[in-house]
């Protein structure tokens, strides 16, 4: 069974003003659709046919004994970008309420000071990657990893990402990578699917 495109959970237009129809349309029907088709390429006619796109990730993590960076690289930017997609909704971002709102002023003092973190790690990203809030032996924190590399590959739970690749941003933002991730914040986040994957 080949791996399918997921569909997006919204419109393409959706996120506008603040991700631009257009944008979406290349990330997603360009970008992701192409890790799709390299990852079934990669994996045709292999034992990897048969597994979940997570195991194929962890089988493929940097220093595992079968390990296939091309493989790896394809499966995590599929894994990545269906996750990234959850992680936004139309009329989304800007402070959470009830218990997300909790867990954030737990683990960081506030939810100011995990903006502060979430952002300087994402524009503190060099080149390309992702920005994270992931879960780690039941500990809140606040990750970034470069290119394809993921929290699934470092027994970490994600809860939340901002994609940094330029792709993610240069259309509607050219180099200001600061005010896309602040954007995201402040417009994008859908905290209910953070609180889902919190088991809230
Ligand atoms: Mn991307």
């Excluded at 393409?12 to 944008?23: C, H, N, Q």
């Excluded at 809140?140 to 939340?160: E, M, R």
């Amino acid at each position: 069974m080949a791996f399918e495109l997921p569909k997006l959970p919204w419109a393409e237009d959706a996120l506008e003003p603040y991700t631009s129809a257009r944008t979406i349309s290349f990330h997603y029907g360009k970008h992701h659709k192409a890790y799709v088709d390299n990852l079934n390429k990669a994996i045709a006619g292999t034992s990897m046919e048969s597994l979940p796109l997570e195991d194929i990730v962890k089988a493929n993590a940097e220093g595992m004994p079968a390990a296939k960076g091309s493989v790896f690289n394809n499966a995590a930017q599929v894994w990545n970008h269906s996750f990234f997609w959850q992680c936004m909704k139309p009329g989304g971002g800007g402070q959470p309420v009830g218990p997300v709102a909790a867990n954030l002023a737990q683990a960081f003092g506030s939810y100011e000071q995990f903006v502060e973190q979430f952002k300087a790690a994402g524009v503190g990203r060099f080149g390309s990657g992702w920005a994270w809030l992931v879960s780690e032996g039941g500990m809140l924190k606040i990750v970034s990893t470069a290119n394809a590399d993921t929290p699934l590959a470092h027994g970490q739970v994600a809860l939340l990402t901002v994609d940094v690749w330029e792709h993610a941003y240069y259309l509607d933002y050219q180099n200001r990578r600061p005010d896309f991730v602040q954007t995201f914040i402040d417009h994008l986040i859908n905290w209910e699917f953070v609180a889902a994957n919190l088991g809230l």
